[in-house]
């Protein structure tokens, strides 16, 4: 579980920023990635294997991240919603906001998706196409759409900032074999979908990528 939980708006950014919240995102899914035997980050990254701390072995993924290396045995790419949640789009839309107050998965009508045993997720922060926002917060759960809390993010912020990007304070990182819940809470019962998108990093062993 993040032991910080909070919104950054995409206005109090950087690019540079920006750019750091994605590589401390793509090195910590890899250091997750070597505890759950997807790939061989310990062979594949020098100076890696002797090192037992976990940040100091994020920060040493960062380094190779920023010298332009990518570890040979893990291959990289975005959610897809079909192929990874079980939706019946592969788009990034919420159930039907119906009620204030009630929370929507973010996966359409899949309340709760079970990751794969070859994958391996980071979500690292959230957009919002819907206008005005129409979710007060956004919930992580492990094991199901009633489990425990994994981050909890007030999207209020975008909203009274009017902004529409937000980048969580740490990564949330999802396991192999784990069934999970993003569910996003309604301030507007519109009684229709939202459109928002997680973004994210979805990792597997090289050449069992997702085409």
């Known amino acids: 579980m993040a032991s910080r939980n909070y919104l950054i708006p995409i206005g109090s950014m950087t690019l540079s920023d920006q750019k750091s919240y994605r590589l401390a995102a793509l090195a910590s899914g890899l250091e997750r990635c ?37 570890p040979r045995s893990v ?17 990034w839309n919420t159930a039907a906001l119906a009620v204030v107050g009630t929370n929507y998965s973010m996966f359409q009508a899949i309340a709760a998706p079970t990751l794969a045993p070859n994958k391996l997720a980071v979500f690292y922060g959230v957009i ?7 979710v007060s917060r956004l919930t992580f759960r492990r094991g199901g759409a009633a489990g425990n809390t994994i ?23 999802i396991d192999p074999n784990s069934v999970f819940a993003a569910q996003a809470m309604a301030r507007i019962a519109t009684g229709v979908l939202a459109r928002m998108q997680l973004m994210n990093f979805v990792f597997e062993p090289a050449g069992q990528i997702v085409a």
Request: glycine share 8%.
């Open 34 to 70: 070597q505890v759950k035997s997807i790939g061989d980050l310990n062979s594949d990254i020098p100076g890696l294997a002797s090192i037992s701390d976990t940040g100091k072995r994020v920060q040493l993924i960062v380094n190779y991240l920023m010298q332009g290396n990518w």
């Open 75 to 91: 291959d990289v790419r975005e959610w897809q919603n079909i192929a990874d949640a079980g939706a019946a789009l592969d788009q």
């Open 128 to 134: 919002t196409e819907t206008i005005p926002v129409p």
């Open 151 to 173: 981050g909890v993010f007030d999207l209020e912020l975008l909203a009274s900032r009017q902004e529409l990007i937000g980048y969580f304070s740490e990564p949330v990182v």
